[in-house]
């Protein structure tokens, strides 16, 4: 054994996710969103195309964030939502962090696109996985403004590449939730002859 797995375990199986109004006033320090993206950077990745990029919105940045989508979702929505748009507005401003999730297209194209999205995905909780380590709440959100083309703009990103959601972080003020699973038998085939 070359590292303590139960340790490791209990980080993968602690982590959960906890939304932005279930954090406090407590704020966590920029160094240890840095300590989540030097993990994020270790996920695998096919012939390294390293594909994750993240917009960290802290501070007054949190504000950008929350004026850019209340406001996008209000010039664009079918059907206006005041619950919704107040939502937008506001859940930035309860997090200490936001880390926008995106996934930059490889020029050439040559690795399957579901393959970049899917290292994206692990790099994303690598750095769950560094919050859960820390006690500190993460919870990946795609609703909102997720998927409009202004989204990408905003995050400097290209109409090829993608925007996967975002990563809210913040210090619980709840008990720490409990997860549920389903045994192994439900989603494992075996076959061994
Ligand atoms: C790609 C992705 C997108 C998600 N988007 C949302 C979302 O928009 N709204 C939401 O309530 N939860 C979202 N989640 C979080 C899941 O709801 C959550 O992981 C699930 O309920 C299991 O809870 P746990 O993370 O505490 O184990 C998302 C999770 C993933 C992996």
Sequence with gaps: MRHNLSEILEVIKDRRSIKPEQFSNRKVHQEIIEDMLNAAKWAPTHAKTQPWR????????????????????????????????????????????VIALGMKRQDIEKIPEIEEVAAVACAVQNMC???????????????????????KTFLNLSEKDKVMGFLYVGYPDIEWPKGQRRPLEYYTEWINH
């Design 54 to 97: 993240f917009t960290v919105f802290m501070e007054e940045g949190l504000k950008r964030l929350s004026d850019f989508q209340s406001t996008l979702y209000k010039d664009t929505a079918k059907e206006f939502s005041e619950k919704k748009y107040l939502k937008l507005k506001e859940r930035p401003l309860l997090c200490s962090a």
């Design 129 to 151: 996985l560094v919050s859960t380590a820390y006690g500190i709440g993460s919870y990946w959100g795609s609703g909102g403004v997720t998927y409009m083309d202004e989204t």
